[in-house]
């Protein structure tokens, strides 16, 4: 039989355990569990994001479809997505124009051109930049950044 003490400790390092996986700074158990619903939530809005993206990924029947654009806040900048299921060339070149415009430091990024255009990108703000950039300002830019190149495309 598990002693009075040993359920706790097992207890106690199930609740560090989802501590360290919710990122939460809280010492008391109440809270401990109040971080790790809020934490829950935020996941849910997430995989809610981007079921609703890859809807219209789907539901769109333009075979020449644009890339789906993501924008997301992070503690210190932006992660940005952009998706296409088609290689789409110069589109990179374009996309970091519009970051440089909002003045948008890349800090990390991956990119694939091969079969398909992928961006993922870290973007954080110059530190003598005035004005804040909004997530949906971002992604308004981005998005027209896409626009303009794939006028441009058509056009050659």
Known sequence: MVSREQKRAVL???LQLLRSITNS??????SIIID?????????????????????????????RLPVVTVETLEKGFLINV????????LLVSILEAFEE??????????????????????GENEDQVERIDAQV??????Q???????SSEQE
């Open 12 to 14: 106690h390092e199930k």
């Open 25 to 30: 700074h809280a010492l008391k158990k109440s």
């Open 36 to 64: 790790a619903s809020k934490y829950i939530e935020e996941l849910k809005q997430k995989v809610e994001r981007l079921n609703q993206d890859v809807a219209t990924v789907q539901t769109s029947s333009d075979q020449n």
């Open 83 to 90: 998706l296409s299921e088609r290689s789409c060339p110069g």
């Open 102 to 123: 909002l003045g948008l430091n890349v800090l990390e990024a991956r990119v694939s051109c091969a079969n398909n255009f992928q961006l993922q990108a870290v973007g």
């Open 138 to 143: 971002l992604k308004q830019a981005v998005v």
């Open 145 to 151: 950044a896409i626009d303009n190149w794939s006028e």
